[in-house]
């Protein structure tokens, strides 16, 4: 009898010491100092009206963080926000949508700190690392919060439940994977009839963490949301997530590509005008022909658009906005469609001869709003009828 006692001593002994001894993880954010960290992310998302589809759409989050501050545990992070769309039934380019400027405080375990002005980010505290080290299998909780931007804005605290699942690589990188989810249900009251009343959803994500950079590097989510107003309609959103995290160029090495492509564009482009911005080279392409009141290349375009191409392609990881300009002559619709597809046009064309990459490039226009000449002489309008290239060394 005391034998047995002994062996069932010895095993249960043998289990405590197991999970004592089981490896544990610290995690938290460790961002470099003035080193760019960047988070893209692709959604393919449907859109449902009354339970009929409205939209399929690829969207593109892009965000270019700059930790610029550090004190004790607070990191104050600078950069901005860009939203892309396009069509899943097209072979379009993305256009840029929204642009966000961001200045924030975070923690090293994920807790924000920022200024109720802002609307970005609108997911914040997510993720949220624990205090301690964990193993894996083990769980903790956090409390997100997600921002909408209606009339006025809703504000939805989220609880957000989350465990280690255990080591994995990804993208080459030694890994530990993380697992969340949270769900919500929320009525809102107001008495604004365009704006909904009711929110329900859920959002499921797993988050491969580096655990020798102490950042994340890969990330996928599925959520199912839907809006309920007053009279009735329902707008359901539903989507599929795959995001990466980046280590950039140190700012040193930015500011010597941003120099390098000013001074070959200045150099061997007499035809057109490089200005260097705080952290770009905005390229104007001067005279970019297209037939009269349409958005198709003339073959004298193409010709300038080639040698661009050539200067643009030797270069990688390079953020470029395509973003088209008018004269003041018809609408403001007319106008902000032509100069839309005008950026279009200069992007398919470096994208289908394969000076760029697929997915590389969005295109946006301004309409008349940018003049950078008086449009009361042809001359004038001549100058404000133009595309311009922005490129961010990353």
């Known amino acids: 009898m005391m034998k047995k006692i002994s062996i069932l001593l010895i095993f249960f002994l043998s289990l405590s010491f197991q999970a004592s001894g089981q490896e544990k993880f610290s995690l938290f954010w460790d961002f470099k100092l003035n080193q760019t960290f960047t988070i893209d992310k692709y959604t393919k998302q449907t859109i449902k009206k009354n339970g009929i589809l409205v939209r399929k759409a690829d969207i593109r989050d892009y ?36 642009s966000y400027g961001l200045n924030f405080g975070m923690d090293k375990k994920g807790q924000y700190y920022i200024d109720k002005k802002y609307t970005m980010p609108s997911i914040r505290n997510i993720p949220l690392f624990p205090a301690e080290p964990v193993a894996s299998g083990e769980v903790w909780e956090g409390t997100g919060i997600e921002i909408l931007e ?5 504000t939805l605290p989220v609880d957000v439940f989350y465990q280690l ?38 959002s499921y994500s797993a988050l491969w963490y580096d655990i020798r950079e102490h950042l994340p590097v890969y990330t996928e989510n599925s959520y199912d949301i839907m809006f ?7 707008i359901q959103y539903k989507g599929d997530l795959t995001g990466y995290y980046n280590l950039k160029r140190k700012t040193e090495e930015k500011e010597r590509v941003k120099e390098e ?15 260097k911005k705080e952290d770009s080279v905005v390229l104007d392409l001067g005279e970019v022909y297209f037939e009269f009141n ?36 018809g609408s403001d619709e007319y106008n902000l469609k032509l100069s839309q597809d005008r950026a279009r046009s200069v992007l398919d064309f470096l994208i289908k001869n394969k000076y760029l990459k697929e997915n590389q490039g969005a295109y ?21 009828r133009r595309v311009e290239i922005i490129i961010k060394p990353e």
């Open 294 to 329: 349409k958005a198709v290349l003339t073959p004298e375009a193409r010709e300038k658009l080639k040698r661009v191409g050539e200067i643009l392609k030797k270069y990688d990881n390079l953020d470029l906005v395509f973003k088209g300009h008018t004269d003041d002559i």
């Open 150 to 154: 209606f009339e006025p804005r809703i």
């Open 165 to 202: 699942a255990g080591r994995e690589e990804k993208l080459e990188k030694e890994c530990v994977k993380i697992v969340f989810h949270y769900l919500f249900n929320h009525t809102v009251e107001h008495n604004y009839p365009d704006v909904p009343y009711k929110f329900l959803g859920a």
């Open 63 to 98: 965000v270019r963080l700059i930790p610029f501050e550090q004190k004790g545990d607070i990191t104050s992070l600078k950069g901005e926000y860009n939203s892309y769309i396009k069509s899943l039934e097209t072979t379009d380019p993305y256009e840029l949508t929204e």
């Open 364 to 384: 946006t226009g301004a309409g008349k709003k940018e003049p950078k000449a008086s449009n009361r002489t042809e001359e004038g309008r001549s100058r404000n």
């Open 261 to 275: 492509l000013y001074d070959k564009f200045m150099k061997s482009e007499k035809d057109m005008n490089a200005e």
């Open 228 to 234: 309920i107003y007053r009279d009735g309609t329902f």
